[in-house]
Structure formats: C-alpha cells, structure tokens
C-alpha cells in the first residue's frame, strides 16, 4: 500500500483528494480479501498461449462461450494451457476495443459464469483496455448530458490547438466533434476512431474507476491482464502523447495493485512501437510490466523468410537484454491486429520495408497507414493471415506448410513465453469476404466459425488446414517437454551463413545439454558445419545427426539439436 501511495502522490503531485484516497485504498484491500485462488508464481516452459476471440465458434441458440470451451477442450487444451480472450465485453466497433461496459459479458458470447467454468479448464488472460472507451458507454452519454460527476472523463480540446506532435497510430482525425446537451460543440480526443472515446486520466475519479475495473477482473480470475494502447494513456499537449513518464507511472500503480491483490498475476504492456520504447515499459525490471509483447519478431521473422537472409533477425535478436527473472518477452507472429512496421523501423531499412509491403500487396495482403508530423502517411501495418504472409499465391500446400511451420519453430525456440492465433493454429487464409462485410483492413484475419464447419474441416486429412492443425500442435507439445526453453534461459547466436539463423538454448551454467537450433530460411538446400562437433539427435524427427560432418538442411528445414 506504501508503493500504491507514493505513486497516486508522483502522479497527480499531492492532488489526489483525501477521501478519494481512502476510497481507492479500501477497495483494493477488499479485493485482495477476496480473491482465495492463488496464481502460478512464474511462467516455464509449459506456457504458451492462445490468442481467440470469446465468439470464435458459433452454434444456434447457444452462447459462444460454452462453444469454445467444447472446441478447447477437445482440440486445443493438450497444447495450450492458458488462454488470452479478447475482449468480450459488449462493445460498438473494433471487434470488441470499443468497450461499452467493462463490467458486463457481451450476451452473444454468455455470462460471467460461461467464463469462470472456462477458467476450471485453462487459466485466462483478459484485456483491460485501458485508453479509450466506447461513443456509446454510459459514462461517455453521461459526459455528453453534462451530469454532475462526469465533466472531466475526457478530454476536450479547442480545435485550434496546435497537437502537432501528438503521435499518430491512425490516419483518423485526433479531435471529433461532439454535441453536448447544452447544444455547445465540444472537440473531443479520440486517438484511434470517433467511437473510441480516450479516458482523461488526469481526474482522480476516472483512475478510481478503471483501478476499480482492473480489480473486477482480477477478482473474476484474470491471470494475465494486457494493457491495450497502454502508451497513449496520458496527454500533455505540446509532447507526442505516447510513452510519458505519468504513463508509466500508471503501469506501474496497476502493477503495484495486481502486485497487493492477486500476487503471481503478470501485467502485459501492448505497445506496436520500435523495440527500445517497448522494452522501456520493463522499468526497473520488478516495477512495471513483467512481459511486453516482442512486436519487432513478427516482422523480422517475415522478412528474413520472404528475403531468405537471418541477418536483421540475427543482429535484432543478438542485441536483446536477456530477462532478470522477473521480467520476459510475449512472443508472438500472428495476432487480432495487422503485422506492425513500427516496431521494424531502425532495424531494417525503409527500403526493406516498403519492398516488403510491395511484394505482400501484390499477393493479395491488404494495407494500413498512419499519420506523420509532417503530413505525410507512412503504412502502419499489413494486414494478412501469417500463412499468406509467408507464401505466395502460386505456391504449393506443402511449401506453404514448410515455411509456416519454420517461422513458428523460430517463435517457439525464443526466449519468453510463446502465443499462437487462433487463425494460425486452424491455417486460416485470407478471409476477403470478411473485408467487405466489416468494412476495414483487420478483418482479413479475424474470421469466425460454425463450430460444426470448423470441426469437419480439420477432420479432412489432405487438407492444408488439418497439416498445420496436426503439425502445429506437435510442435507446440514437443516444445513444452524441453526444459531448455524455459522463457528466462538465455540464448547464444552462431555466426553463420546469411540463409541460416543458428541458436542454442539452454540453462544457465548447463550448456551442454541445451538445445541447438538450425533453421534454414532460404528457398534451397544449404550445407553447414554445427558450431558444435558431437553427436545429435533432432528431437522433433528422432533423426541422428554427426555433428563432426557437414549437414545438409532442404529448403525451409530446421532442426532441434539435444546431444
């Protein structure tokens, strides 16, 4: 309680009312008398993760929610045994990140309970969108009616105001114009859309209220808690509005809360911005965020695939600061959201990545823009399913499968806690029907399902969905089983040819019996000597390899090594 203090007093400099005070620390010590079911105390190698939709499997008359959980446990749940549900609140726009009500089950995916009966199979990550909440909440009618309370929710601003440095994630104007009740036009901040509204966190009560929302969830079981947008969540007009210090401050106050409340909950920073910003949200390493999603990987891991060449990714993942024990990445390729560029820049070139885009556009990926200080657009991200990322149109289902899985085996052998789309692990293609339907660029990669579809497609055994279903699986549950991936051990990078990317991965002061990975990017077979001369075997075939001799890898092969 002494941390959560000093923080309230550094972020509002000893304005925060006393008796808003003792009503926000009251309630924290209620919820942490609360909540009896303890946390996993640290993350291992058995943790990877599913990232899905509440409503991805329909069936008639049914909540969404009991269809899921049928569909995990008989088909997801021997390899993932934790869950991130986006968010399934109801909600106006955004497939769900425009938040009507925190507090409430979208009625389309069940109730409360259809979520804590999922939570006795699986432990459960949910989104706290933190930023912005829905044009349509009560909180925002309740601003727009003038009520008493509510003045300061949000953020106001005179049109004229120069927000010109103001970091832009969108091309979407930063001000919309609302009516109030008094017939007055109000210029209201709305960083991602105009029905996403942003929090004024500058007023106590909006902090006690969404400190009141984080308490709910934890209370309803979250395991993990993402902080969606967390960079924008404090404005100083005048500063680029991402990534300021009284936003970190705030990671930190939710950190210090879950910390007192539910000891063993980690907080994830969801930040699509160049790597030194994102693992800014660290901290100390024991202060803020204990994982930040590695949003860097999914770009550099396309590139060096489509390129044929690990040396970004090599030189990237050289440079990374092993985790301290208290800290690790959230790896991931594939998401609810486009493949982001941001995180890429200064790493590769702006003519790598516009070459990129080029060549992804041209095989059918779609793609988004975001405003520059200068008035220029800059594309903001890709949209496209990781598989159609990966492959061209003319390609053949088993190159497509090849470099599919070659990618996630590289996801899965990095250091940190791995996460699987759900439109990965059921080889999704591009859903364009989708596209129209929605109305914007995302939905190329959120398709949802008849369950019934969706089973009996899996169950087709030439198919390219069921070998990615199948092959995926396999190496998720092989990868659990192997101490040396444990997210905190370190890993070692080998000089090597640019078509290979060459890692070993093993415990502190137990090298020799970690695991050596080989991963062929290119298209052709390329000839090697392992850094190591000893006898292997590669866990994933059971093949022998003498690592005395040269090998030779095909196109798109990699192997796990164990002496």
Not at 157 to 162: G, V
Not at 344 to 360: H, M, N, T, Y
Request: net charge negative; with cysteine; proline share 5%.
């Amino acid at each position: 309680m002494e941390t959560i203090t000093a923080l309230l007093d550094k972020i509002y400099a000893d304005t925060f009312p006393q008796a808003a005070r003792a009503r926000l620390l009251s309630r924290i010590a209620a919820a942490r008398d609360a909540i009896k079911l303890p946390r996993k105390a640290h993350w291992d190698e058995q943790d990877v993760v599913l990232i899905t939709y509440a409503d991805q499997f329909r069936e008639t008359d049914k909540p969404t929610l009991q269809s899921f959980s049928r569909f995990y446990q008989q088909h997801l749940q021997a390899s993932f045994p934790l869950v991130h549900l986006l968010p399934f609140f109801p909600y106006s726009s955004d497939d769900g990140f425009s938040v009507i009500d925190y507090h409430q089950v979208n009625p389309l995916c069940g109730e409360w309970p259809d979520v804590a009966r999922l939570h006795q199979e699986t432990r459960l990550m949910f989104d706290f969108v933190c930023n912005h909440m829905s044009a349509h909440s009560a909180w925002f009618k309740h601003y727009l009616a003038l009520d008493p309370g509510w003045d300061d929710f949000f953020i106001s601003m005179p049109p004229a105001t120069d927000l010109s440095a103001v970091t832009r994630p969108r091309t979407s104007p930063l001000l919309t114009p609302f009516e109030m009740a008094s017939g007055e036009t109000r210029f209201i901040w709305t960083t991602f859309s105009a029905d996403q509204i942003d929090l004024n966190f500058g007023n106590p009560e909006v902090l006690i209220r969404m400190v009141e929302v984080l308490l709910d969830y934890l209370q309803k079981g979250a395991d993990y808690v993402r902080l969606d947008a967390v960079g924008y969540m404090w404005k100083t007009p005048g500063t680029r509005c991402i990534h300021l210090e009284k936003t970190h401050l705030l990671v930190k106050l939710f950190r210090a809360i879950a910390d007192t409340v539910a000891p063993g909950t980690v907080i994830i920073t969801e930040t699509n911005v160049p790597h030194k910003d994102n693992v800014s949200y660290f901290g100390d390493g024991h202060d803020e965020a204990q994982m930040v999603y590695q949003f860097s990987l999914p770009p550099l891991v396309l590139h060096a695939i489509h390129s044929g060449s690990g040396r970004a990714l090599r030189q990237w993942a050289g440079a990374l600061e092993p985790g301290n024990g208290g800290t690790t990445f959230f790896n991931f390729l594939a998401s609810h959201d486009g493949i982001g560029l941001n995180p890429a820049r200064g790493i590769l070139s702006e003519v790598e990545i516009v070459a990129l885009v080029r060549d992804l556009a041209l095989e059918g990926a779609l793609v988004s823009y975001k405003n520059n200080p200068d008035g220029t657009t800059s594309p903001y991200e890709i949209n496209v399913t990781y598989l159609d990322a990966l492959n061209r149109q003319q390609d053949s289902d088993d190159t497509r499968l090849r470099r599919f899985l070659l990618a996630h085996a590289i996801l899965l052998a990095f250091p940190g806690v791995p996460a699987i789309y759900i439109q990965s692990i059921l080889g999704s293609r591009n859903d364009y029907e989708g596209v129209k339907a929605a109305g914007h660029n995302r939905a190329i990669n959120r398709q949802k399902f008849d369950l019934a579809a969706i089973e009996a497609a899996l169950a087709q055994n030439d198919t390219l969905r069921h070998a990615i279903y199948t092959r995926l699986s396999q190496l998720i549950q092989l990868r659990t089983r192997q101490s040396a991936f444990h997210p905190d051990n370190p890993m070692r990078l080998y000089d090597s040819d640019n078509a290979l990317l060459v890692l070993k991965r093993h415990a502190p002061q137990q090298q020799d019996n970690g695991l050596l990975c080989v991963f062929n990017l290119s298209g052709k077979s390329v000839e090697t000597t392992l850094p190591e001369a000893r006898l292997f075997q590669d866990i994933v075939t059971g093949e022998r390899i003498d690592g005395t001799q040269r090998i030779t890898l095909d196109a798109w092969q990699f192997v796990w090594l164990k002496s």
